[in-house]
């Protein structure tokens, strides 16, 4: 009797750490459902956003506005993703340029995100809300940011790789209803002059290419890897990781309906510059020295 006890007791504990194992080694839910929006920190970004929403003529996601002193923001639509034109309080760079500062997750939500991001043993800071007081005094979340420590070198006044959990409170904004809206308007307009069909890929250079890869499908996980470095993520642009001598965001790729049309356009404009059969980029020194290629949509 005491042997049948004794083996049962076993098979249980064999089961309950076959069971950890299992838990463990499988994620139990992406923390990352996409990109939400990109950062491109500005000495000036009434600048930067006119460039987007008078020259490319997107659809405005949010106007230029200041949610805490120090700050000003505006945002406009790709598509798929936001891009955000910022200056922060106390931020340090040359006024004539313009950084490609890194991007927010959409988590699923923050909760559950942070939760996982512990069982995966990825390091974030503390949780950054920001409060707006009402006429009436009361004070109310409009958005919470946590910045991923391993994916990035400081916060966003001082950083040059700043990526983050970003978290709409459901009472500022509804995400999804402002997704479809931004969608529809790009949609309505033919995509702009420039025949924007949505963001396609964002380039990340990195000082180490074999460990930044390994740390990024932690994150990314059970997304793949593709053979170029790359995930798509969600449905949302791709992240496409490449050799640099520092962890920056190098670029963005915007994706076209027609490369022909775009040439045309940048070309009349006194916008384009490196030019092949395969793409076009925008002339850095026109928009504030940013890294934009424009590739045409897969047929």
Do not use: C
């Not at 076959?18 to 839910?29: E, I, K, R, W």
């Not at 929403?53 to 996601?61: F, H, K």
């Not at 074999?210 to 997304?223: G, N």
């Not at 916008?271 to 424009?294: C, F, M, Q, W, Y």
Request: aromatic letters at 6%; proline letters at 6%; zero cysteines.
């Amino acid at each position: 009797m005491s042997q049948r006890r004794t083996l049962s007791l076993l098979a249980a504990t064999i089961l309950l750490a076959l069971a950890s194992f299992d838990s463990a080694a499988q994620p139990t839910a992406p923390p990352i459902r996409r990109i939400d929006h990109i950062m491109i920190r500005a000495d000036d970004p009434a600048k930067v956003y006119a460039f987007f929403t008078e020259v490319l003529q997107l659809p405005v996601a949010w106007r230029l506005m200041s949610p805490r002193e120090g700050v000003a923001t505006g945002g406009v639509g790709f598509g798929n993703v936001n891009v955000e034109a910022i200056r922060f309080p106390g931020q340090r760079g040359q006024p004539s340029r313009a950084q490609l500062l890194g991007f927010g997750f959409e988590p699923s939500p923050l909760k559950a995100s942070l939760a996982e991001l512990d069982r995966r043993g990825i390091t974030y800071g503390a949780p950054r809300p920001v409060i707006a007081t009402g006429p009436d005094g009361s004070k109310n979340t409009l958005w919470t940011n946590v910045t991923l420590r391993q994916f990035s070198d400081g916060e966003a006044a001082d950083a040059t790789m700043h990526v983050f959990l970003s978290e709409y409170s459901p009472t500022y904004v509804n995400v999804e209803q402002r997704r479809e809206r931004l969608r529809a308007q790009l949609a309505e307009s033919d995509g702009g002059p420039m025949g924007v069909e949505d963001l396609k890929q964002v380039i990340v250079g990195v000082s180490d290419l074999e460990a930044a890869t390994k740390r990024w499908q932690r994150l990314l996980d059970p997304t793949p890897v593709s053979g170029s470095n790359t995930w798509q993520v969600g449905d949302g642009p791709s992240i496409r990781l490449v050799q640099a001598k520092e962890n920056t965001t190098q670029g963005l790729v915007v994706r076209v309906t027609s490369l022909q049309r775009a040439k045309t356009f940048l070309r009349e404009k006194g916008l384009l510059g490196a030019d092949s059969e395969e793409e076009a980029t925008i002339d850095p020194s026109k928009i504030h020295g940013l890294n934009i290629r424009v590739v045409e949509k897969e047929r």
